[in-house]
């Protein structure tokens, strides 16, 4: 059997528990087909601080240094709120891990099932029959990571000043994910940009410009970033693969992703040149209700599908997975997230909903 | 009588013909108080391309600078979008406008009138009896204008930069602005950055912070901008005065508006310290109405009220343009944007909204 390694990273919140049937699910594959995977466990986040000091502990980075993959729960909650931002779980593991990682392409799908449109604060006839949209964030350059970067003076004189740049090779890369992706999809790319402003923008639209031309069965069209702000409310259905620089692509994305309603649906996969990836719920570590084992599991599990698929190359294990989780929604099983009290639905809690798709793989 | 000296812009596409209604209302303002209004025309935009070779004109600039505020129509349409980022209307002559004039203050409020909730593609339950956001938006800072900006190096190796910077005193007086209108409204203000990422809005939120002191009868709030980009679609009436910086307030301002679902009846005001100011309606120039005598006036009128209001001082003149167009829309009356074909309304086009908003004066 062919062994994968993969590191886990729970964290905080409702990621050790939906994370636990996640890796029930993965259990199922390793049944299903000739494959295993060795599991090495490691902190991150809230709980990287209170068990070794940080939110990226040395001891968590190794770990994910020997490992093919990394599956990470989520990370952050009120009792580490109060800590230097550079300190806090969110930002003290996710960013370094992002740029140890060269995790450079950030895919987003923001998909709303038809069985769950009840969910979204829009309108039924604006998102009837669903919508899915992909954004694709380059994650490693542009305003988060480049320099200068930092507060200069004192008291009154003080400026703070952030520097977003970005290379042509930069830009290409992300370009080519994008493309590839709109290839095995509705084939259409939406580039975000601020052209009309910024030089890194002017820079960006013709480098994607230029890189459309290998992809002719694909369509580009380009769109300022405070109209896509707009068109994804009007409309979010007129986009197939929406591609954006890093800090563009946080906004749109968490948009994108709340107009679907349904953020515990949501997964997420974060690339490194090769097949190397770190995979994770688009949600947050919801603190409210951790602990409680009524979180739901879905988008911790639709992004370990996603690592069977981009890093491991098991497509038909990842459908699979896709496939349960439709199949589950479709019988009715709701967590109490997207439980809309409507004819036909059961409320399930974590670990209800987990072994449901379980059933159906 | 006292006499004010405004300079009429009316730029391009349905620039023309909604402020010939506003001029009409202004018209009548003239006859109800006691004051002149000295209007001076002057292009603008694509306007100021074809007639004078540049977006925004000498001649433009100084009849500005000898009036106490600028009117201003909608810029930009097809026929100019080919030219140089520089030299197109919306960047050529937006933004050396808010330069040149110290315009840092734009105020954009995103309000759905209670008659209107269905323009919105927010479910009714969300927006059930409208909803009032005020965005306070930096307008002469930040990544608009900071250095250094630009491309650098040749073929392959060019790398675009652009730069976010925010001295001290630039948040303090945009803070001022924000909580000043708080004040006079909901009493909150929700200030917007990114301080778990950038530099700038570390300094951003402690300035806040420190500002806000003064207003101790004013509640104040901070919000990541990926949250809030979320949160307005969510909940959009959990808010009510937005703070961002220049960039965060390009995007919200716009996704607001749009989930108000009638941007033609939206006004905005840049100002500068003291009290001139510009105003201009949130929409475009939408050039695919331009002509038909169709367009929403409503946003352009009420524009126009901003100016009575902030550069002249007329609080009552402008509730009662305010009061006025609130009327016309319990009258019935529709400009094809924002016609739903219910019971009680009345199609009207763009000089007959301005001729029952003048009766209703
Ligand atoms: C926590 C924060 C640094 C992070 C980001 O801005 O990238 C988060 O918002 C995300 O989208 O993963
Ligand atoms: C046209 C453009 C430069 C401008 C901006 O980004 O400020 C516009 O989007 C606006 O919001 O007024």
Redesign the interface.
Same mark, same amino acid.
């Given at each position: 059997a062919k062994v994968f390694k993969v590191a886990v990273l729970p964290g905080d919140g409702i990621g050790p528990e939906v994370m636990a049937e996640a890796l029930k699910v993965l259990d199922t594959v390793e049944k299903k087909y000739d494959v295993r995977f060795e599991r090495t466990h490691a902190n991150v986040g809230g709980a990287g601080i209170d068990n070794e000091g940080k939110a990226l502990p040395d001891t968590t980075v190794n770990i994910c240094k020997t490992s093919d993959a990394i599956l990470f729960g989520s990370v952050g909650g009120p009792k580490w709120e109060t800590l230097p931002?550079d300190e %806090?779980p969110?930002?003290g593991a996710l960013?370094p891990l992002r740029k140890i990682f060269g995790l450079y392409a950030n895919l987003r799908p923001a998909i709303i099932f038809p069985s769950l449109t009840g969910a979204? *604060?829009?309108?039924?006839e #604006?998102i009837a029959g669903g919508f899915n949209v992909l954004v694709i964030r380059e994650l490693t350059g542009g305003?988060?990571f480049s320099q200068p970067? =930092?507060?200069e003076g004192q008291?009154?004189?003080?400026? =703070?000043?952030?520097? &977003?740049?970005?290379?042509?090779?930069e830009i290409e890369r992300i370009t080519h994910v994008a493309f590839q992706a709109a290839r095995k999809r509705g084939k259409k790319v939406c580039s975000i940009d601020?052209?009309?402003?910024? *030089? *890194? *923008? #002017?820079? +960006?639209r013709e480098v994607v410009t230029g890189i459309a031309k290998e992809y002719p069965d694909v369509e580009l069209s380009h769109m300022y #970033?405070?109209?896509a702000?707009? %068109?994804l #409310?009007? +409309?979010p259905k007129q986009f197939d693969v929406i591609l954006c620089e890093n &800090?563009f692509g946080?906004?749109?994305s968490?948009?994108a992703?709340?107009?679907t309603g349904s953020l515990g649906m949501l997964p997420s996969a974060s690339l490194a040149e090769g097949t190397f990836g770190m995979y994770e719920p688009s949600g947050g570590s919801a603190p409210d209700i951790a602990g409680q084992g009524i979180a739901n599991p879905i988008a911790q599990i639709l992004s370990m599908g996603m690592m069977l698929k981009f890093s491991f190359g098991m497509v038909d294990a990842a459908d699979a997975i896709d496939n349960a989780v439709a199949k589950v929604l479709d019988q009715g099983y709701r967590t109490r997230d997207i439980f809309q009290n409507k004819p036909g639905e059961k409320l399930v809690n974590t670990k209800e909903m987990g072994a449901a798709i379980i059933a159906a793989l």
């Open positions: 931002p %806090q969110e930002r960013l979204s *604060s829009l309108k039924e #604006v305003i988060y970067k =930092g507060i008291g009154r004189d003080r400026i =703070g000043i952030d520097t &977003m740049k970005y290379s042509v090779p601020k052209a009309n402003v910024l *030089s *890194s *923008s #002017v820079l +960006w #970033v405070d109209n702000a707009m %068109q #409310v009007r +409309w &800090m946080d906004i749109l968490d948009e992703a709340m107009l």
